[in-house]
């Protein structure tokens, strides 16, 4: 999913008792058992977070961030990374973005969206992202944040008719998927 630009981002702060912080050295752990617990369509590997980050851990300190509850506990993740394919040059790029859940549906993925999109904005004039197809409320959310659908990819429009047709919202209602 794509955003032309990164501006008029929608504000939407975090609930009472929520926050986030930057991450630290060495939370790749934390990072990881926050994806793990997540996540429902496959399983997360120790490997994963150094694998996504391991080329830049200094930046994860100021692009990776963690939110957190009233206790200071680790609930959520989300990155405002940067891409290293070509096709993405000049994107800031929204990435793994987690909550556990059994803090889904507090808002926090709002937050979340409207925190990194700002921080995106710093360095990037627009942004992009990466989902499946099944993550429909993800989905919601991105599209509701500016994202659309990004259609150059092989298979692109019939995944997004799949989507279209049992997710409605007016940004999908008005694209023409074809088919």
């Not at 694998?51 to 993740?77: I, K, M, Q």
Request: aromatic share 12%; charged share 20%; with cysteine.
């Amino acid at each position: 999913m794509v955003r032309a630009h990164l501006r008029d981002i929608p504000q939407v702060a975090f609930p009472e008792g929520f926050g986030i912080r930057g991450m630290r050295p060495g939370e790749g752990t934390l990072w990881t058992n926050i994806q793990r617990d997540a996540e429902p369509y496959f399983p997360i590997e120790d490997t994963l977070f150094q694998r996504e980050f391991g080329y830049d851990l200094p930046a994860t300190e100021r692009r990776c961030f963690v939110v957190t509850n009233s206790d200071a506990v680790g609930v959520g993740v989300i990155s405002a990374w940067y891409p290293r394919d070509p096709r993405w040059e000049g994107y800031g790029m929204v990435h793994w973005v987690a909550v556990r859940p059994a803090y889904q549906g507090r808002g926090l993925g709002k937050a979340m969206m409207t925190f990194t999109l700002n921080q995106l904005s710093q360095w990037h004039d627009r942004a992009f992202l990466g989902t499946q197809t099944k993550r429909l409320g993800a989905i919601k959310l991105y599209l509701d944040f500016g994202f659309v659908p990004d259609l150059e990819p092989p298979g692109a429009k019939a995944a997004w008719r799949t989507v279209q047709s049992q997710l409605k919202h007016a940004v999908l209602d008005a694209m023409d998927l074809g088919g």
